[in-house]
């Protein structure tokens, strides 16, 4: 059996992760641009200053997409092209390169799927409190405006906000990504607030626009599970799921937080200072979500922490998601099981626990449309005789594939797969060395782009839609 035809095959990327020209044409200065100058905060000191030259060889790698046959790119925008205080004037150099962007793919016709934030803050606003002031959510909205003015006639796939478990969580818990706040959990619940109200007002001045396209969220999709059947780790997975993944989807998709995270914060002293025009954005806009962005890369194993968590010192190998760790509550534990298989970053590849959490997400949310909008292996890959063999790659991708198309055989509304990532890019914590690209990119050779096995591969998936899978 074939995918669908209005099934998209896609691979995705990121502005700060591939453009650099980090101040050209009028761009505004962002928080990565100051955090990833400040010494040890990056792997090896890498930045994205210059990252793989994408702002000026746009147009090649978008050759070499059309090439693979791909039939939509997943690219962000970088706020700071637009408006480069964040809420200021407008920088037309910034609209012209994207204009550029979304011309060359539908030149190529490839569909343009356009995330208006994936990690990149202006620095002005994340000076001024970033998205612990509500400053920030304002000012997103009115660049969400700017964008669907600007691009709304030939974008028709929009994604607010990229992973924002992973640039909250990672920016006030462990530290690790700009502001570089640990352990505080105040900040962080009351971030994630602000980028949830941000959302559902670009929601809803995206509907009163008619532009009659689609917009939704994308989120890190992180199922937990026990790892046995004691009652004490199955009510471990339960408290990973209410705050990993109900505090993310459920205002979003229902308008409200969940109860079970909302009394605990309470008790804690955590809610966040949030007004009741704020959680009536939310209630009223849930029902414009045309659907859910799922980045899944791996599930998670929990056991219940027994012993008093102690204050945590983060560093930047902690944050990169391997088992191991304390939940930031110290309630629970992930843990490395013997008879799993893991990647060289330690994470989880399972298939199968996409496929359960899968349901999991119909079973509370109903027939939510959803896309994959990342899914990928992060290695070294082997070259041999001069040709970048990765192997393992095609593993990855095929067999989460093969279980995509079971989960639309189950009854699971999926719609496209964007493969992480089109082309290997600057990684934040792990810099050229964890790759995730189809296309490599020779750091000794003048950042000349080559086509791997996966490239070949994925083109003939992409051109048979997967009938062999
Ligand atoms: C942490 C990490 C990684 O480096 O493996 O997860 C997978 C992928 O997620 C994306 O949203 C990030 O933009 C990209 O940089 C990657 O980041």
């Not at 700060?16 to 905060?41: C, H, L, M, R, V």
Request: with cysteine; proline share 3%.
């Amino acid at each position: 059996m074939k995918f669908s035809h209005d099934f998209l095959f896609g691979a995705a990327s990121a502005s700060y992760q591939i453009e650099g020209a980090w101040n050209e044409d009028g761009k505004g200065e962002t928080n990565w641009d100051a955090f990833s100058k400040i010494p040890g905060k990056t792997f090896e000191g890498t930045n994205g200053d210059v990252a793989i030259d994408h702002y000026h060889r746009y147009k090649e790698d978008i050759q070499l997409m059309a090439e693979m046959g791909l039939e939509s790119y997943r690219f962000s925008v970088s706020w700071a092209r637009i408006l480069p205080t964040g809420d200021g004037e407008i920088n037309k150099k910034g609209l012209e390169f994207y204009n550029n962007v979304i011309n060359e793919c539908l030149k190529h016709s490839i569909v343009p799927f356009v995330t208006l934030y994936h990690w990149d803050l202006p620095l002005t606003l994340e000076k001024d409190g970033g998205w612990t002031n509500k400053r920030t959510a304002e000012a997103f909205v009115k660049y969400a405006e700017v964008c669907f003015r600007a691009f709304g006639d030939r974008v028709k796939h929009w994604i607010t906000f990229n992973e924002t478990v992973m640039f909250c969580g990672l920016g006030y818990l462990k530290g690790a990504h700009p502001p570089g706040i640990q352990n505080d959990e105040k900040k962080y619940f009351q971030a994630t607030h602000y980028v949830f109200y941000a959302h559902a007002k670009a929601v809803e001045v995206y509907k009163n626009l008619k532009q009659y396209g689609e917009i939704g969220i994308t989120h890190v999709f992180l199922p937990a599970y026990s790892v046995d059947g004691q009652e004490k780790n199955i009510l471990a997975a339960r408290h990973a799921n209410e705050y990993e993944t109900f505090w993310y989807y459920d205002p979003i998709l229902k308008g409200e937080y969940p109860r079970y995270v909302v009394d605990q914060l309470k008790e804690k002293g955590w809610t966040p200072d949030w007004t009741e025009e704020e959680l009536k954005t939310l209630k009223q806009n849930a029902g414009g979500n045309d659907f859910i962005g799922l980045n899944y890369y791996q599930p998670i194993r929990v056991e219940k922490m027994e012993e008093a968590l102690l204050e945590q010192e983060h560093s930047r190998e902690s944050s990169t998601l391997a088992p191991g760790n304390p939940s930031f509550d110290g309630v629970y534990r992930t843990v490395k099981m013997a008879d799993k298989t893991y990647t060289k970053w330690g994470w989880e590849i399972s298939p199968q626990g996409f496929l359960d959490g899968l349901h999991m997400l119909k079973g509370r949310y109903g027939d939510i449309k959803m896309y994959v909008t990342e899914n990928g292996l992060g290695d070294e890959d082997p070259i041999i005789e001069g040709e970048i063999v990765d192997v393992p790659r095609i593993k990855y991708i095929e067999a989460h594939l093969k279980v995509i198309k079971q989960a639309i055989a189950e009854g699971i509304h999926l719609k496209g797969y964007y493969a992480w990532s089109v082309i290997d890019l600057l990684s934040w914590l792990n810099g050229f060395k964890k790759q995730y690209g189809f296309i490599y990119v020779d750091h000794q050779d003048q950042l000349n782009r080559k086509k791997k096995l996966s490239f070949h591969w994925y083109q003939h998936i992409i051109e048979t839609r997967g009938e062999e899978l």
